[in-house]
């Protein structure tokens, strides 16, 4: 299997895209034609239409496993139905920010990779960097670690001062050399860009996945701006809310595919305008 | 419904116990007679054995959703009939380590304390005070935080100054105050015991849930020693290997019963003389 890396810059490139849409539907949020069914089987209709009508618009999606996990065990069966839908080509992203230790971590991803099928994940830095080797071991999988994230509290523990810098600053020079393999990336939050440029420019090669445009408020351009790498790419930019619930009629796919559009081409004007700001044009 | 800390204090008095036994079992480890079954069956058949034999002699369970999680959305029927299968009066502590924004930890509480029915879980502070409220906010249930974890790794990140102090004490010593219930408690591991005793001394009457010894070579008396508090209480010690897999035949769940006595007396034996060290005698 290619490495995570070459199938996300493969299907970026053929879909001309950065953005990642987050597929985290809440049951009682959907289009009303879909709440007569169990709440497990309506988010499953849901996903596969919101696949169907994106799919060529998108780097990748990203599932966030809170919003199975609350559906219980029937919840976990469409989580696996929704990743077996995206079509081949497209990366699909276990949002997880799991973190345990070692002998755990194996267990989760055991679960993440293989039983339900993700292409890369998201974990925890926590408990460093022996806890996190059973996810950075898989080389043709991906891993993107809590580095400052798009919370209010964000700051309450990452951005305590750690000899002069703070703590997520801390995490993206350390973390990504954890590993020789080129698996890890970062996730940092749109709704702080001034770190975000910070953690760029420190780490100036790693894959950053951006949620906290849209629903959390972070700035879309200023984001991009940021977090792009010196080629414009690098950076996956997370919306869930803006597309899934663009509408909540019979059209809502058809709604959501406009709306993914007209974010991923605002990402890649802003991506243009970043490349040019750092030719110095 | 009574505080968690109640009831679990209740537990605690009833039968004479500060011992947590982990419900993680892994299928290549069960005893013979129970392999022909499929894995989350024969998870479920062990795991009920182990919970009849031991629940006299526990004042908690605790399963780890990794194990779980990797049996597929079987592993969480399991999981669910697991919890159910544990005796009023005994909580189980879903060990999960989540941690996310605060509107995904709305769901993560949802699927933790609704769908799965734990009285208390693991989280990690590494987001901040909002992102824990959802939990927090069950003044019923207990909160677990990541504070100085129990694997090699653990200093990587938990240990870096901040001011003069490892993070994990600026962890000890600032979360329990990010809610009024009294609901937080603390993961420390017992392979640190010296900073168990700091995190101890910083968060004099915090509840500590204390992985680590056994199979992780975590020293039990010392870890008494060091973890409990003025009364002797607010230390719950988590055994897993070494109770599930005491034996491996039919006689698995005796085995495990006169292991879980066995080290009940050892965690008895030590806070008592903790108590008495504490005196002054």
Redesign the interface.
């Known amino acids: 299997m290619t490495a995570y890396v070459e199938r996300l810059a493969q299907a970026s490139r053929e879909n001309e895209s950065l953005l990642c849409v987050g597929l ?1 539907p ?1 049951p009682h949020r959907l289009p009303q034609h879909l709440r007569g069914l169990p709440a497990h089987e309506a988010v499953l209709a849901f996903n596969k239409e919101l696949i169907d009508a994106t799919c060529d618009l998108v780097a990748a999606y990203k599932p ?1 496993l ?2 199975y ?6 919840g ?2 469409t989580l ?1 139905a929704t990743v077996r839908h995206v079509p081949n080509g497209v990366p699909v992203i276990g ?1 997880a ?6 002998n ?2 194996r ?2 991803a ?3 990779f293989d ?1 339900y099928g993700f292409d890369a994940v998201t974990a ?8 996190l080797l059973p996810f950075l071991d898989r080389a043709d999988r991906g891993t993107y670690i ?1 580095c400052r ?10 951005e ?4 002069g810098d703070p ?1 997520y600053l ?2 993206a020079e ?1 973390v990504p050399t954890w590993t020789s393999h080129a698996n890890i990336g970062l996730v940092v939050g749109a709704t702080a860009p001034t770190q975000l440029a910070r953690v760029r420019a420190v780490a100036a090669g790693v894959p950053i996945l951006l ?1 906290g445009v849209g629903a ?1 408020g972070g700035d879309l351009e200023a984001s991009v701006a940021a977090g792009v790498d010196q080629t414009g790419d690098g950076l996956l930019v997370v919306v869930a809310r803006q597309v899934m619930y663009a509408s909540s009629g019979l059209r809502f796919a058809e709604d959501a595919r406009t709306a993914a559009r007209e974010i991923r081409d605002r990402i890649n004007a802003a991506r243009v305008t970043a490349i040019d700001a750092r030719r110095g044009r």
Not at 69 to 74: I, Q, S, T, Y
Not at 97 to 102: A, L, M, S, T
């Open positions: 985290d809440e966030n809170a919003f996990e609350a559906l219980g065990p029937e976990m069966e696996r949002d920010k799991r973190g345990d230790i070692d755990t971590m267990l989760y055991t679960a993440l039983v925890s830095p926590y408990l460093g960097r022996d806890a809590l994230t798009s919370n209010p509290g964000a700051a309450d523990i990452a305590l001062d750690v000899g703590l801390r995490v350390r949620p959390q």
